[in-house]
């Protein structure tokens, strides 16, 4: 054997062969042994996991009950639970108090006037960190008002406002459980991975069936969506906490509760503050994608304006989600880094002075509000409006590059995505499980491969393997794409510190976005269909590659770099031979993150048609039908799992190899 | 010396790994390579020690001899997997939840090598906070807390939190911490180890400051044969989770019980363990220059003998019990001693 040829490559080229011949001739096959079974999975063993799955949950609606009460109930109080204070919260910032319905209701209270909001959320700036925070926050939410936004945005608000405590606190509880009780920890953990794979639309479905159409049922999910993170968070946390501080808890005589409350929490603070800017993020991000069962606001005015094709206003409404996304970040990463300082003295108004004032002034206005409409709300006649603007923008970028455009995405589309698509829609069902289960146990050992091929044999049995494919395609394309984007601007952000500044901030802020955002301009320049759906899974999948090449390229170790000088590297050797390799464990935890997030963009980008899984999902959600829903959702998460287990196989590997 | 006992263990073991428990109760007393065929760190194996009321009592050992874990069993924070602590004659290990957090809370204190401050609470309320978790009233602690405070030299930082301070200023506090309670055991896990050179001495000198006001019962952990000679009333040498030998710094100098403490002992400043009554001689005839206690360091009165003419005599208890020589004081500085 010539010495390039190891055994490991001859595995390799050998499966791809095999794979790409049964791929290419497996439709001749079918016609040459009339087995259909090749490229169909049989009707008679198909799974009816979703029929079973629809008839439970009509059951619970329906049927189900506990002595006392049915399950009905259960829902019911848990949405006048949630629906309480969200209305509380309605009223505070939109609609304002009043007493009785319709005609006769009279008003007791008017909301918070557009300028106390500012104010306060500035002050929650000030408070965090600095003026320039408050300034930043501040001008957000001005443009909020100016631009006519100011109505859907703060039903948005209402809406995080009420998921972030729920959910931050539910997962502080649960977090606080595992860390306590092992037996938790060993029941949550899969529950958690399932969450975070499974994709949104999935758990609308049979939240929508449990809870009706409208905002509970939206901040439901909302609220399942952002829990898990913070719980993972939480557990880390605390486990984090150094041995000592909790042993001299000990020694000062703590009891149990008095360790967690007093010694634990507040010393992991600073790590919970960073899952509360999660929670929050997510959130917001899926109050936006819940606007779809009935959460309204800011993604409510999106979608409506892509559906009319309003593109000005599917912009403008965009771009209010973007600044709020940017406004709620930062103010909450700020908490996160926020020093403890020392306490000022003197009477309320000097102890407390950001809240004095935003009092002041939420009283001041609202009584000046009932003098001077203005003050209330923010006046009609001078809100500014871009739509034009944008929608003209478009028009003209249409006209002038059309072709340009259309040539882009032809070349691109016959070139690379057509032949990907083709190999992978081509491999028959069977030998597609197999070659997953080689390709894993090769990888990560025998275990790997066998629970891969249960994966791939449930998602064959369920009738969605052309499907799968076409979501393995889509994301194997996007996330080629976006590493080779990526990783390069990794490498150039560690290279040059000052490129690198704005390139990974402009990444923070490209993270920060609701997924929601990214089909926006994808719409608007290419129209629906594969290639659109790609640009947005790269460009929402994007951020990973590049921050863990760079953050993988900075840490290689200094002496190493020395090394490689003195033994008289260039510079180009100095990259390709010490730091790429050093840096390769964190390239491929990049890769990881890249696919996940393509993942779950991929399932949103159903709504630029797309024809794969996340389609499936979505038909099931316009058709509440949950059993076909959570069926394919579950696809969706075991080829995620799949690639996950993967790809860290392949990094533990590369580590080990490198002794780090 | 008070010899009343206040802490003793007896044939501790601190075992780490899977089913420790049930491999002591098979194999009473396992080797060395009995725990590692089975895969088990002998974190502590068979320590015996007994503490006495008003002593420093030091435990000495390379890093990962099992010194903190040690500890560890003596204050309970680590269940030992066999054996019987007695605190004032109560078994530690029977007591229940309730009964350890009243003695914690009341008669023992710890120092952590890391200072292990609360990072959201001022220096005042990092002092106060044995107090706090006792439901003592505010007014009431944050005063005992600002004597202790004042006691380890900080005052007027008492505002500050504990990331505006630098480690010796953290170490101050955490020693504050440990002394609001008053307790009879003081734990000190290498209080210093963390600290630069300059400052750990800085911080000897305060300790033992301290000490003199203070007379606490002490625990004292460290790596540095160093340090322990200079605090030590008695010294256990740790290796591998074995006490080596319990002994004075002296004792362990002159009489190593273990190749591995002469080892350790070989490069020791002997002056600054070795006694004149340890080198006295038969009290000859003839003049003496002067008259010193036998319980002196060689190193304190070196320059005082080699600069006289003649011998000193040593005394002990006012009695006269033999003479120390020029020639012997230099034996022992050049180490022929
Ligand atoms: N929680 C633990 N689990 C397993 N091994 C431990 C644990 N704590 C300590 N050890 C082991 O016990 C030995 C003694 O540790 P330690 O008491 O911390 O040593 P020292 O304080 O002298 O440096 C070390 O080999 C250490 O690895
Ligand atoms: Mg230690």
Redesign the pocket.
């Known amino acids: 054997m010539p010495r390039w040829l190891t055994s490991g490559r001859v595995f390799w080229l050998a499966l791809f062969a095999v794979t790409w011949a049964l791929s290419t001739w497996s439709f001749q096959l079918y016609k040459a042994l009339d087995a259909r079974w090749i490229i169909r999975f049989p009707k008679k063993w198909q799974l009816e996991l979703d029929g079973a799955i629809s008839g439970f949950l009509i059951w619970l609606v329906e049927d189900a009950g506990f002595y006392l009460f049915s399950f009905k109930d259960l829902t019911r109080a848990m949405a006048a639970l949630i629906e309480a204070p969200y209305q509380f919260l309605r009223n505070l910032l939109i609609e304002g108090f009043s007493s009785g319905y319709g005609e006769t209701a009279v008003q007791l209270a008017p909301s918070l006037s557009w300028i106390a909001i500012i104010i306060c959320i500035a002050a929650i700036g000030l408070y965090a960190r600095d003026w320039a925070l408050a300034a930043l926050v501040g001008c957000c939410f001005l443009y909020l008002a100016v631009f006519g936004q100011w109505h859907s945005a703060m039903i948005t608000l209402a809406s995080v406002l009420i998921a972030v405590p729920i959910g931050a606190v539910g997962g502080l509880f649960l977090g606080i459980a595992a860390y306590r009780h092992p037996w938790v920890d060993m029941a949550l953990r899969p529950v958690l991975d399932l969450m975070q794979t499974v994709p949104v639309f999935a758990y609308l479905v049979p939240i929508l069936i449990l809870f009706g159409f409208g905002p509970v049922a939206a901040l439901v999910a909302t609220i399942i969506y952002a829990m898990p993170p913070m719980v993972r968070i939480t557990i880390v946390a605390l486990r984090n906490v150094p041995d000592e501080i909790l042993e001299a808890g000990h020694m000062a005589g703590c009891t149990q509760r008095q360790i967690m409350w007093k010694i634990l929490v507040p010393s992991a603070t600073p790590t919970l503050m960073v899952g509360v800017n999660q929670v929050i993020m997510l959130s917001l991000n899926m109050v936006i994608i819940a606007s779809m069962i009935g959460a309204g606001g800011l993604g409510f005015d999106v979608l409506a304006s892509l559906r009319r094709l309003d593109i000005g206003g599917g912009i403008e409404a965009g771009l209010a989600i973007v600044l709020m996304a940017i406004a709620l970040d930062r103010a909450s990463q700020a908490f996160s880094e926020r020093k403890y300082r020392v306490r000022k003295s003197g009477n309320l108004i000097q102890r407390y002075p950001l809240s004095s004032t935003v009092l002041f002034f939420a009283i001041a206005t609202m009584i000046l509000g009932r003098l001077i409409p203005a003050v209330q709300t923010y006046p009609e006649a001078l809100t500014l409006t871009t739509g034009p603007f944008w929608a003209g923008a478009m028009e003209w970028i249409n006209v002038n590059f059309f072709d340009t455009f259309e040539a882009i995405k032809l070349v691109i589309l016959q070139g690379l995505l057509l032949p990907v698509k083709k190999f992978f829609t081509g491999i028959p069902w069977a030998w597609g499980i197999i070659a997953t289960g080689l390709m894993a146990a090769r990888i990560g050992g025998w275990k790997l491969g066998i629970m891969a091929m249960l994966m791939m044999g449930f998602i064959a049995a369920s009738g969605l393997w052309g499907k799968a494919m076409v979501t393995i395609y889509l994301c194997g394309v996007s996330v080629l794409i976006a590493t080779i984007v990526g990783i390069p601007l990794g490498i150039w952000a560690a290279e040059r510190p000052k490129a690198g500044k704005v390139i990974l901030g402009l990444m923070d802020t490209l993270q920060t976005l609701p997924s929601f955002v990214y089909l926006i301009p994808v719409i608007m320049l290419f129209r629906v269909g594969d290639f659109s759906a790609m640009i947005a899974v790269v460009l929402y999948a994007l951020a990973p590659a590049v921050r863990y090449a760079a953050h993988g390229l900075g840490d290689v170790p200094e002496q190493m770099i020395e090394a490689g000088h003195m033994a008289g590297c260039t510079k180009r050797q100095i990259l390709w031979r010490i730091k790429l390799p050093l840096a390769t464990p964190q390239l491929l935890l990049g890769l990881n993150q890249t696919t996940m997030l393509a993942l779950s963009m991929l399932v949103i980008t159903a709504l630029v048609g797309t024809r794969d899984l996340g389609q499936e999902v979505y038909i099931a959600l316009t058709k509440a039908n949950a059993g076909k829903g959570i069926v394919a959702g579950l696809s969706v998460a075991f080829i995620a799992i799949i690639a996950d287990r993967l790809v860290n196989a392949l990094a533990r590997g590369q580590r080990k190899r490198l002794g780090i | 010396m008070n010899t009343t006992t206040i802490l003793e263990c007896r044939d501790v073991w601190k075992i ?2 899977a089913k420790a428990d049930s491999f002591l109760t098979h194999t009473p007393d396992p080797q060395k390579g009995d725990l590692r065929k089975h895969n088990l ?1 002998g ?2 194996r068979r320590a015996n020690v007994q503490i006495r009321k008003g002593e420093i009592f030091v435990i000495m ?10 500890v560890r069993c003596l204050s309970r924070l680590v269940e030992p997997t066999a054996g019987e602590i007695f605190f004032e004659g109560k078994n530690l290990l029977s007591m229940n939840e309730a009964e350890l957090i009243h003695i914690r809370r009341t008669k023992m204190g710890m120092v952590f090598q890391q200072f292990a401050l609360l990072p959201h609470l001022t220096v005042l309320e990092n002092a106060a906070f044995p107090l706090d978790v006792q439901g003592i009233d505010k007014v009431t602690r944050e005063d005992r807390a600002m004597e202790m405070v004042e006691l380890v030299g900080l005052k007027g930082r008492e505002n500050n939190y504990p990331r505006e301070l630098s480690g010796g200023q953290q170490q101050r506090v955490g020693i504050a911490r440990s002394l609001v309670v008053e307790p009879d055991l003081w734990f000190l ?2 209080p210093f180890s963390a600290l630069d050179p300059l400052i750990r001495r800085e911080m000897q000198d305060e300790f033992m400051r301290l000490q003199n006001m203070l007379h606490k019962t002490i625990v004292f ?1 460290t ?1 540095d044969f160093d340090e322990a000679i200079r605090l030590a009333d008695r010294i256990a040498v ?1 290796k591998d ?1 074995e006490i080596q030998q319990v002994a004075t710094p002296e004792e362990l100098v002159l009489n190593p019980a273990t190749d591995y403490v002469a080892e350790f002992t070989r490069y020791v400043s002997r002056s600054k363990v070795i006694t004149a009554g340890s080198v006295i001689q038969p009290l000859q005839d003839g003049t003496f220059a002067g008259t010193v206690d036998h319980k002196q360091l060689i190193d304190d009165i070196a320059s005082q003998i080699e600069g006289a003419n003649a011998p000193y005599r040593v005394e002990k208890d006012g009695e006269v019990i033999g003479q120390i020589t020029r020639q012997a004081v230099i034996d022992v500085l050049v180490g022929r001693a």
């Open positions: 780490y790994g760190i974190a502590v050992g390379l890093s990962g001899s099992g010194k903190s874990t040690l896990d290498e952990i790596h740790m989770g």
